[in-house]
């Protein structure tokens, strides 16, 4: 099997190289912003050469036309917050998987993940941290790149920064030093760990602004000092890299927005007064809806019942965001629940209140922005990369479509084709 995937991905090498053009005609296209009738996307190589009314493109004679009946045209879909080394925790807990499974096994796993992810429409994810593999994610995304792996584009952080007791496991004797889930740093160490990792490939740096520690361990509570934050951000900044930010209380997402971090991730316990404060810091917000409902189902809730007081307070904070106007990315833990599942995100911004085809903008063009790739991904435009994705029906009208997946396309090849359909 390994041995036929691996010539598949020659093969479509090959074929791209000879770039034919390839017209893409669909019912309709969302082209990051808007959805558009009568429009088709032409490929060349791995770019998109045009993108409009048929009418007005003219395309070679001996273009290949690929027919998407009654099938919405889209950007490859963008997972801001994904842990490609992780998989459910009802399958196996967090602490068993950072302390029992051998990093090989992770790898394995994680190549499995990159694929069903990439299948799923999701062509770029940002990972947030290996959670006790090392610098594995980094060599996960050299292996996509050189297409020894399928998997979708991916942006990563490395180990993660927390600050020296706040992370986990931690449910050992004092004596006893086990590994941990991320790099412990604090106070002038946090320069040389920043360094460390941007080194090692990071493409971003990721720091855990609160987290529960403490003799109670009850509730979040702040991990740094605000100047402590402000230094991991300005030795990141000064290698061009952007931090983000874990952040579940207040103190922590206030202190993240001042000191200067990109994009908060989770803000359960936000209050207007925050997302306000992000808002005017042009920070933006990946809520993790999904994980929020997958840690309670795990905890036995079940979506007959009434909701729990967490999610119940998560929608009230969600609100809070709209009202204050905050820049809302699509990013959904992916890995804490099944991998090839991220349209549940989608799915849940809007169940919150968000328009549909602003949630399609936040999983697309906002989430390019946002992760600084605008110029490469998140639209259907001329020059940019053709990361592509159809689905049939029309997710403006049912959001669901995206789980009706026809057409995976990432930099010109087709990795899914299920048009006939």
């Given amino acids: 099997m390994a041995r036929l995937l691996a010539s598949f991905v020659v093969w479509l090498i090959a074929s791209n190289a000879n770039a034919q053009e390839t017209v893409l005609k669909p019912e309709r296209v969302f082209d990051g912003v808007a959805m558009h009738e009568g429009w088709i996307v032409v490929v060349k190589g791995e770019k998109i050469i045009a993108a409009g009314p048929e009418e007005t493109i003219k395309v070679s004679a001996d273009a290949k036309t690929l027919a998407l009946p009654?099938?919405?045209?889209?950007?490859?879909?963008?997972d801001a917050h994904s842990h490609l080394l992780l998989h459910p925790y009802d399958e196996t807990s967090w602490e068993d998987q950072v302390l029992k499974e051998p990093l090989a096994e992770r790898v394995c796993r994680a190549t499995n993940h990159a694929k069903a992810n990439l299948?799923?429409?999701?062509?770029?994810?940002?990972?947030?941290?290996?959670?006790?593999?090392?610098?594995?994610?980094v060599g996960i995304k050299r292996a996509i790149e050189k297409g020894i792996i399928l998997g979708p584009r991916l942006l990563v952080t490395t180990k993660a920064i927390v600050a020296t007791g706040t992370y986990a496991p931690n449910s050992f004797a004092?004596?006893?030093?086990?590994?941990?889930?991320?790099?412990?740093?604090?106070?002038?160490?946090?320069?040389?760990?920043?360094?460390?990792?941007?080194?090692?490939?990071?493409?971003?740096i990721k720091v855990y602004a609160d987290y529960p520690h403490g003799p109670k361990k009850a509730g979040a509570r702040p991990a740094f000092s605000l100047d402590e934050l402000k230094l991991i951000v300005a030795t990141a900044k000064d290698a061009g890299v952007p931090v983000v930010a874990h952040a579940t209380s207040i103190d922590g997402m206030q202190r993240s927005t001042l000191a200067g971090v990109e994009t908060i991730e989770h803000g359960n316990e936000a209050d207007i007064v925050t997302f306000r404060m992000m808002a005017r810091h042009n920070v933006a917000w990946c809520p993790t809806l999904a994980a929020d409902e997958a840690m309670a189902r795990y905890s036995g809730w079940k979506p007959t019942a009434p909701e729990p007081a967490g999610l119940r307070s998560k929608?009230?904070?969600?609100?809070?965001?709209?009202?204050?106007?905050?820049?809302?990315?699509?990013?959904?833990?992916?890995?804490?629940?099944?991998?090839?599942?991220?349209?549940?995100?989608?799915?849940?911004?809007?169940?919150?209140?968000?328009?549909?085809?602003?949630?399609?903008?936040?999983?697309?063009?906002?989430?390019?922005?946002?992760?600084?790739?605008?110029?490469?991904i998140g639209a259907a435009k001329s020059g940019l990369l053709a990361d592509l994705v159809a689905v049939a029906g029309d997710p403006t009208k049912d959001i669901k479509s995206l789980r009706q997946v026809r057409l995976v396309m990432k930099g010109g090849l087709v990795l899914r084709d299920e048009t006939a359909k």
């Fill in 315 to 376: 929608r009230e904070a969600f609100k809070l965001a709209l009202e204050a106007g905050v820049t809302i990315v699509n990013g959904s833990d992916i890995g804490v629940f099944k991998h090839g599942d991220g349209a549940r995100e989608i799915e849940l911004l809007v169940e919150c209140g968000v328009k549909p085809i602003d949630a399609l903008r936040s999983a697309t063009s906002i989430a390019a922005r946002t992760l600084h790739r605008d110029d490469k």
């Fill in 119 to 137: 299948l799923s429409g999701f062509t770029t994810m940002r990972d947030l941290g290996t959670e006790g593999a090392g610098y594995a994610d």
């Fill in 70 to 78: 009654r099938m919405t045209l889209l950007p490859g879909l963008i």
């Fill in 174 to 204: 004092p004596e006893w030093r086990v590994p941990q889930g991320a790099d412990e740093a604090d106070g002038e160490s946090l320069r040389k760990v920043v360094r460390e990792q941007i080194r090692a490939g990071a493409d971003w």
